[in-house]
Nanobody
Framework: QVQLVESGGGLVQFGGSLRLSCAGSGFTLDYYAVGWFRQAPGKEREGVACISGNDAKIYYADSLKGRFTISRDNAKNTVNLQMNSLKPEDTAVYYC?????????????????WGQGTQVTVSS
């Protein structure tokens, strides 16, 4: 019953913005840490941001601080990622993932549930 579904990806110009959404079903996302990861072809998935369960502590990859914002909408059981000032190097498939714990982690292997991914392409 546990499912995560990302939406909101697409094509955007350099400097533009996108808002991604991760919708959960089968469990309440507020209880657990939810992370955003991204993966370019031939590369490992890398952590983008994470929001912890309950207390909503937030973490970002250093290179993304000031450009990306992660947030929760508990009424909709979603976690969102607002992406601003996008660069071509941000081009990747973006995934949301949930842990079965409250605390955030930047490591792929510590997330139990994954969405299908949504493509983000940033052009010049």
């Amino acid at each position: 019953q546990v499912q995560l579904v990302e939406s909101g990806g697409g094509l955007v110009q350099f400097g533009g913005s996108l808002r991604l959404s991760c919708a959960g079903s089968g469990f309440t996302l507020d209880y657990y840490a939810v992370g955003w990861f991204r993966q370019a072809p031939g590369k490992e998935r890398e952590g983008v941001a994470c929001i912890s369960g309950n207390d909503a502590k937030i973490y970002y990859a250093d290179s993304l601080k000031g450009r990306f914002t992660i947030s929760r909408d508990n009424a909709k059981n979603t976690v969102n990622l607002q992406m601003n000032s996008l660069k071509p190097e941000d081009t990747a498939v973006y995934y949301c993932a949930a842990r079965t714990y409250r605390g955030c982690s930047g490591y792929v292997g510590e997330y139990a549930y994954w969405g299908q991914g949504t493509q983000v392409t940033v052009s010049s």
